[in-house]
């Protein structure tokens, strides 16, 4: 199987950015993607495993294609279609560009073309193709959930932390964190992040060795302090106002440099948006995770939502960012020569062959010959 995880140099060298689109404008085209699939999966009321998988997939798609040659939204609709297949919770390709359709303006949703179900049917060939046939993937949620059975600290701040955390990782989709490191890792650093920006302090954990200098040491090894520090910073630039690159193949988002408030993210997700913290049957590990921790965590509703804050403005999605320009088509109609006329002597003469279901007219046949009929018997009546 493929190997889906790259250093930060090949992800600045991808098929984008050796077509001419800046690293900053694929960035983003990245994160409009993610959302836009996000957003559509939410609206569907699909699973956040589906979501996940579709932008993974996204992701992955373009370490190897352009996002000049394929434009994001198209593709976006197609990996959710393919993820809604994997992870059995299906939906009808009509659907999904219905509520794209619903999403977009006219001008992105142009990029459709004329037939938008025919232009994610032929797509999702090629992605299949792009990304090896490989459609299993792992999150970082079933870790998650069982690392922090391990932990032992304030109960009353635990399932907050675990909110948190679980809200980093849906925003982490927004990055390339899928691209460079295992759903372990990132269960731990965001775990550890929640834990720092909740204050939840780390008494002992379950499985407790001398050999374990820090509680994610028991799950995965070798792991440094600026590992985790890194992919902190990468979830936290989310959350901080950026500016437009000049110059990028797309109109700017805002006309200030910070974002609309929608697009900030919140740190403690609303309760709609948070999961059942109910760990699944957690895999065979040497370790009894929760066996003298059993936290009473609030049940939440478990899709991958994000509901408009009260005392705000309405939620719309906005998505100005026009796709890049596509080659020029239709391409030119294929004209075919007439056959250059066999030499004089070959070994397989040309042959006068009259098409299918040919029939001289009927003026120039001779009518078929007829034997006369016998003459009839006569009987009189009585």
Wanted: charged share 20%; proline share 15%.
């Amino acid at each position: 199987m493929p190997y889906w995880y790259y250093d930060k140099k090949d992800l600045q060298n991808t098929p984008s950015f050796r077509d001419g689109i800046p690293n900053e404008t694929e960035n983003r085209y990245r994160k409009e993607g993610a959302r836009f699939i996000i957003d559509t999966g939410s609206k569907m009321d699909l699973g956040y495993n589906t979501v996940a998988t579709g932008v993974v997939y996204f992701h992955r798609f373009y370490m190897f294609q352009s996002f000049r040659t394929f434009p994001r939204y198209i593709t976006a609709c197609c990996c959710l279609f393919l993820a809604g297949k994997v992870e059995e919770t299906p939906k009808k390709c009509k659907d999904i560009i219905k509520v794209a359709k619903s999403l977009l303006t006219e001008e992105k949703f142009s990029s459709f073309g004329e037939d938008p179900k025919e232009e994610v049917m032929t797509l999702e060939r090629i992605l299949l193709q792009t990304i090896k046939f490989d459609l299993q993937v792992e999150h970082p949620y079933g870790y998650l959930l069982k690392y922090a059975k391990c932990l032992k600290g304030d109960k009353a701040k635990l399932p907050k932390m675990v909110q948190m955390a679980w809200t980093f990782v849906n925003d982490s989709l927004c990055t390339t964190l899928c691209l460079q490191w295992e759903p372990e890792v990132i269960a731990v650093a965001l775990l550890f992040l929640a834990g720092k920006l909740s204050k939840f302090e780390v008494a002992d954990w379950n499985g407790r060795s001398a050999k374990h200098s820090a509680w994610w040491d028991m799950f995965v090894e070798d792991i440094t302090m600026e590992l985790l520090e890194d992919i902190c910073h990468q979830v936290l630039d989310l959350y901080s106002p950026q500016t437009q690159p000049s110059g990028s193949d797309s109109p700017p988002v805002a006309s200030s440099t910070k974002l609309p408030k929608n697009d900030k993210l919140s740190v403690t997700p609303p309760t709609s948006a948070s999961p059942v913290i109910v760990p699944p049957k957690p895999a065979v590990t040497p370790l009894k995770n929760g066996a003298d921790m059993k936290p009473e965590l609030a049940k939440m509703d478990m899709r991958f939502t994000y509901p408009g804050y009260p005392g705000l403005p309405g939620y719309q999605a906005v998505y100005t960012a026009p796709p890049p320009a596509l080659p020029a088509h239709p391409p030119p109609p294929l004209v075919y020569a007439e056959p250059p006329p066999a030499p004089p002597g070959a070994r397989f003469p040309p042959v006068n062959v009259p098409p299918p279901n040919f029939f001289p007219p009927l003026g120039k046949r001779p009518p078929p010959p007829r034997a006369p009929l016998p003459p009839r018997p006569y009987y009189p009546p009585p």
